[in-house]
Structures are given as structure tokens and as C-alpha cells.
């Protein structure tokens, strides 16, 4: 366990907002919390969990103990002719743990690389892309409750998984810290590709021959191609990913949203419902790649992610959400929900 006070957390938030944290706390295990509970300073101020950083924007200066888990091991909780069960401490680093997966020839997370952040994130916001989720391998979580330090365990169907969301961002927000995640994933012989997502299967055609035989190490290798050509190196221009989640309609307003702009892109979901690229929203309610507003703009890579043009302030991110979410609810009548996490 480390303790530190008056921390910068510029370094530990993606956007590279200048802030402070009066106490930053890393737990490695299970007795660190009633440790650190029985300090009255400590235990007087509200707590707040972070994972990598990857998802959060960071608004002011923070009086208040930030605890992440710095837990790390890997380990094989058993296996049969065709799977693996892996556990993982949730302070590994995702992409870097995805392609651990992928170098031992397993199926199951090469959709998900190239995301940052840490593993014990990727089971509270059920991250996801390129037609894969976090909740589709996820067979157990273990947590650590931040009031007592007991262990609380979830169940896949226990951990309410939704479209960015779970349980442990709702329910137990900032009470429930992720120490192990477990992953039931497929052996190299039991396995094939996930190419639903129609832009991944059609990167696969122009660049792999006819007949070519997948490998997970493949679909890794291409999903971190297809990421870097739209989201940019947040260690050389701050920012979060995705801003706002692509939202969710009905097929009545669909059709009401055809008659009045045209054809709008779309994919229709197993429950009749339409998800609308949030990308395409913001982009036809006047917010272009590479327009700006103060310090904070739409990436040029792709209008779905808000970056930081230079010494910007959360205050300036926010602003910049603000005016796009109400652009795309004047021209569409739709609200886009924010997929990035703000701390105030």
C-alpha cells in the first residue's frame, strides 16, 4: 500500500488535466482498507475510485482520498479441452493484459485491444468495441468493499451488465473497488473470429488474402490499426475516447428521423431497437472534426472524441459537451449521454 498527499493526477487521467488529489491511495490487498479506514483524516473524507484514468474528466481539484487497486497477478483458475478460466488483477493494464490473451493463442478479447485503461475498469463500464464486450467473457468479479474491506463476489448475471455500464457504476459507485476479474476464454483449436462489426470484417478483406486463416493474434493486430486511425495517442493529445455513447431509439422515431433528414445509419439491435452512430449526430448538428471551442475540440480523427488542444481545463471539456449535446438535441431531439465519467 502507498499513500500520498496532495497528489497531481495529471498524469493519471487520459485528458492531461492539472489537477490535485488531496490523498492518492494504492491497495494491493484486502486488510489495506481497514488500515487505512482506522487513520480519522483519511476516513473523514469522501473516497472515490479510480481505474487508469481513461474514462474521466477531471473538473477541479479533488479533496478527497482517490484509492485504486495496484493488484497484478495473472493467474489460470482452471481449464478444460476447450477453455481457460484466467484471473486477473484489476490494476494490470488492459491492452497490455488482452494481449497476454492473445500471445498464449486464446479467443475472446482481441475485439477489446488497444483500449486504455486497467482490467478492474473494463468490468464497470462492460467496455466495449468492434462488435465484442467485456461482459461476454467476464464469468466472476471480486471486489473489496471500501467501508469494511470484506470480499464481495459477483456472478456474471449479478453484475447487471448494459450498453458502457454494470453495477458497480450504479448501484456500488465508489463502494464496491474491483480487485480480480475472471475470464472464460476459448483455446486456440476452440476459437474463431468475431466479425460482426462490418468495419472490422471489411479491414480483414483488403488486407488478408481469400482463404486466410485467423488467428486472435490477427484481429489483434488489426484492431489496433482500425483504432489508431480514429482515435488519437492520448499521450500526445489529451482525451478520453469515445465522449458520448451512440444512442438508442425506437423504430417509430427512426422512421420519423428518415422522413425529415434522409437516410440516417443506423444498426438494429435484437430488441427492435435503433442505434444512431453518435458520431454522425454531432457531425450533422454542425460539430466537424477539428472545430473547437476555447481549449477543447473535436478531434480531427473523429468527431466522437473531444480533445484537449493544450493546457485545457475540465471546465473547458465540459463546455464543449454541453454545447454539442444541445446542438444534437435541437436538430434531432435526441440527448446524448456521456460515456465519460465527470469528477467534481
Not at 77 to 84: A, F, G, N, S, T
Not at 159 to 179: A, M, P
Request: with cysteine; charged share 25%.
Amino acid at each position: 500500500m502507498h499513500i500520498y498527499a496532495n497528489y497531481s493526477l495529471k498524469e493519471r487521467n487520459t485528458f492531461d488535466i492539472d489537477v490535485q488529489g488531496r490523498y492518492f491511495v494504492e491497495i494491493g490487498k484486502q486488510s489495506d482498507i481497514p488500515a487505512l479506514r482506522s487513520d480519522v483524516k483519511l476516513a473523514s473524507l469522501p473516497w472515490v475510485i479510480f481505474g487508469g484514468g481513461s474514462n474521466l474528466l477531471l473538473t477541479r481539484d479533488l479533496e478527497k482520498v482517490i484509492v485504486t487497486c495496484q493488484y497484478d497477478k495473472i493467474r489460470v483458475m482452471k481449464e478444460d479441452k476447450d477453455h481457460v478460466w484466467l484471473s486477473a488483477g484489476a490494476g494490470l493494464n488492459w491492452h497490455e493484459f488482452v494481449r497476454h490473451t492473445v500471445e498464449k493463442g486464446y479467443w475472446g478479447l482481441e475485439n477489446l485491444a488497444h483500449i486504455p485503461g486497467t482490467v478492474g475498469a473494463a468490468p464497470v463500464q462492460n467496455v466495449g468495441a468492434y462488435g465484442a464486450e467485456a461482459r461476454d467473457t467476464i464469468t466472476r468479479v471480486q471486489t473489496l468493499n471500501l467501508y469494511t474491506g470484506e470480499r464481495v463476489e459477483f456472478r456474471n448475471a449479478e453484475c447487471e451488465f448494459g450498453y458502457r455500464t454494470s453495477v458497480f457504476k450504479q448501484s456500488y459507485k465508489n463502494r464496491l473497488l474491483v480487485h480480480r476479474v475472471t475470464f472464460r476464454l476459448r483455446k486456440a483449436h476452440a476459437g474463431q473470429p468475431n466479425l460482426v462489426y462490418d468495419p472490422l470484417k471489411d479491414w480483414l478483406k483488403a488486407h488478408y488474402p481469400k482463404d486466410h486463416v485467423f488467428t486472435s493474434e490477427d484481429i489483434f493486430q488489426s484492431i489496433i490499426k482500425l483504432r489508431e486511425q480514429k482515435i488519437p495517442d492520448p499521450r500526445i493529445q489529451g482525451n478520453a475516447g469515445s465522449f458520448f455513447k451512440n444512442p438508442l431509439i425506437s423504430e417509430d422515431y427512426y422512421q420519423e428521423l428518415t422522413r425529415l433528414h434522409g437516410e440516417v445509419p443506423h444498426h438494429k439491435t435484437v430488441h427492435n431497437e435503433y442505434k444512431i452512430p453518435a458520431a454522425w449526430l454531432i457531425e450533422k448538428a454542425g460539430w466537424q472534426k477539428g472545430r473547437r471551442l476555447n481549449r477543447a475540440g473535436v478531434s480531427e480523427k473523429h468527431s466522437l472524441v473531444l480533445v484537449n488542444l493544450g493546457n485545457a481545463k475540465g471546465p473547458d471539456v465540459l463546455a464543449l459537451a454541453h454545447a454539442i449535446q444541445e446542438d444534437v438535441d435541437h436538430k434531432f431531439g435526441i440527448h446524448l449521454e456521456r460515456e465519460v465519467i465527470i469528477i467534481r
